[in-house]
């Protein structure tokens, strides 16, 4: 079992920054992978970044340039650097851990972490 708390949203104006983390309770080195996704209201779910074991990295087109994820194993915890933020990034942020290629799921997830810009 494994228990992810993410950190550091809130509220920022458009072309700000934020750092988001995501803290696992376990060791993240043994994860095949962490995502960072993102839900605005009355839109989907949606994946903005990810990292697999291997430190490969995919990232959402809308954020390329902008985010970049990172990995701390030491203190088994994920990060997501956001630069350039623009109002569209508003969401509740939330990480999450070990994918099921075959199911196309994710095994672990946080509670999430609001982020507001402003225009």
């Known amino acids: 079992q494994v228990q992810l708390v993410e950190s550091g949203g809130g509220l920022v104006q458009a072309g700000g920054s934020l750092t988001l983390s995501c803290a696992a309770s376990?060791?993240?080195?043994?994860?095949?992978?962490i995502g960072w996704h993102r839900q605005a209201p009355g839109k989907q779910r949606e994946l903005v970044a990810a990292?697999?074991?291997?430190?490969?990295?995919n990232y959402a087109d809308s954020v390329k340039g902008r985010f970049t994820i990172s990995k701390d194993n030491a203190k088994d915890t994920v990060y997501l650097q956001m630069n350039s933020l623009k109002p569209e990034d508003t969401a509740l942020y939330y990480c999450?851990?070990?994918?099921?290629?075959?199911?196309?799921?994710?095994?672990?997830w946080g509670q999430g972490t609001q982020v507001t810009v402003s225009s």
């Open positions: 999450a851990a070990e994918y099921d290629v075959v199911g196309g799921t994710w095994g672990y």
């Open positions: 990292s697999a074991s291997g430190d490969s990295t």
């Open positions: 376990g060791r993240i080195f043994s994860l095949n992978a």
